[in-house]
């Protein structure tokens, strides 16, 4: 079944990084401030693939491959064509052309059934399968759906099996699990104070990525505000405290997003304001806030942060400055749960301990930790697990 074409269309030339999972922000640039690496493409949600039927069955001398372990349930797609990406756009974002939702969009306008994208092979760092986020796109593209722009199977390969794919008479077969809809919840506690028309609210996402356990993204943050409010229990305080738990920020910020649409007008009323804690136990950790006042990092294009949210990057600069411990910026991106809360204009902020970005020789003399490696090693990886915490200092 397998012919490779090359895409007819070529990709943008835009650098621009968006991250349209946490659309409906559909101008996010990536990281504009000079130290701060884009956001890599990688570890969002492949299809899951497996070799197809036997050879024996097949065309003899066609080479199947199989690009990583599949169910039992999936069903099978075949026939068709497929096409073969060459990943020419690595992690850093830099170099490349386009992301690869660009082009698995152009596949498909092409026809194309599936898309396999093979890994790079020009250094031995890009050897190695590819797990790919295909659901990231340069920016909005002409006529495109929606921020997910394709409706075919995107699967990742090693440059070895992709290099093999690509000879002629190879064939690959992509299994293709159904699709499934799940219900999720948002968990919301509160605790009565003495203005009850004030509310301060805190949030965090339960949910993690389907690559791995999610325990620094975002356990940290759920346990943050769940000790919070346990301390406070029992408690009066002079404003009401609403805690929320958000389900599903990683399949697009899907329970926080609801839960603003869901606000009546006298609810959106009360609310004074909300504080986002989303990865605050990073292993490689600096302690950030969300820039609202734009002091180190410009929002990007399209972001307009609410009046207030000045106030309360102040709060927890001064708690800092009060107890001796340095803290930095972290841009006011929209990029998690507080993204619904600025779109309907209610003053937010948040604390950041660092995901993919490399921290740098200036803040591992602060901070300490390993200059050069990622804030969180294992961002959206198996591996974020109990030990990818701090669990000293970033309590
Ligand atoms: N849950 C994180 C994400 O995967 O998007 C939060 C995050 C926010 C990571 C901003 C990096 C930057
Ligand atoms: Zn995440």
């Known amino acids: 079944m397998t012919e490779r074409q090359p895409p007819t269309r070529a990709c943008p030339t835009s650098h621009r990084s968006h991250h349209p999972r946490k659309a409906p922000l559909s101008h996010l ?21 497996r070799p197809g039927p036997s050879s024996a069955d097949r065309e003899p001398g066609r080479v199947r491959r ?41 596949a498909e306008q092409a026809g194309a059934e599936a898309v396999v994208v093979m890994n790079q092979g020009n250094t031995p760092d890009r050897e190695e399968l590819l797990v790919a986020d295909a659901t990231s796109v340069d920016e909005p593209i002409p006529g495109a759906p929606g921020p997910v722009t394709h409706g075919i199977p995107v699967v990742g ?43 301060v609210m805190a949030g965090a996402h339960l949910d993690s990525v389907i690559e791995g356990p999610g325990i620094n993204d975002n356990g940290s943050g759920s346990a943050a505000i769940l000790e919070t409010a346990l301390m406070m229990a029992g408690t ?4 009401t405290l609403r805690f929320a738990w958000w389900a599903a920020e990683e399949q697009g910020l899907v329970g926080s997003a609801d839960y603003v649409a869901g606000l009546s007008q006298e609810e959106r009323d009360r609310i004074a304001l909300y504080t986002n804690y989303d990865m605050v136990g990073s292993p490689n950790y600096v302690f950030m806030v969300y820039d609202a006042d734009e002091s180190t990092f410009p929002a990007p294009e399209g972001v307009t942060i609410p009046e207030g949210s000045e106030a309360v990057e102040d709060v927890y600069e001064s708690y800092y400055t009060a107890i001796g411990e340095p803290y930095d910026d972290t841009e006011f991106s929209g990029r998690s749960d507080y993204e619904a809360f600025i779109l309907a204009d209610f003053p937010s902020g948040g604390l950041f301990t660092g995901a993919e970005v490399v921290k740098t020789e200036e803040q591992a003399a602060i901070w300490g930790g390993t200059a050069g490696e990622q804030f969180n090693p294992c961002y959206h990886l198996a591996c974020d697990t109990y030990e990818n915490n701090d669990t000293t200092r970033s309590r």
């Open 236 to 239: 009066e305080p002079q404003n």
């Open 66 to 106: 199989s690009l990583s372990p599949g169910g039992p349930d999936e069903e099978e797609r075949d026939g068709g064509t497929a096409y073969e990406v060459r990943q020419d756009r690595h992690e850093g974002g830099r170099g490349g052309t386009c992301f690869f939702g660009t082009k698995a969009y152009y």
């Open 29 to 49: 640039p990536g990281h504009r401030a000079a130290p701060r690496p884009p956001t890599p493409p990688v570890a969002g949600p492949v299809p899951p693939a």
């Open 157 to 199: 390969a090693s440059s070895q099996d992709g290099l093999s794919l690509a000879e002629d008479g190879s064939t690959a077969y992509v299994n293709v699990l159904p699709a499934e809809t799940r219900t999720d919840h948002n968990v919301i506690a509160e605790l009565p104070g003495e203005n009850p028309d004030d509310v």
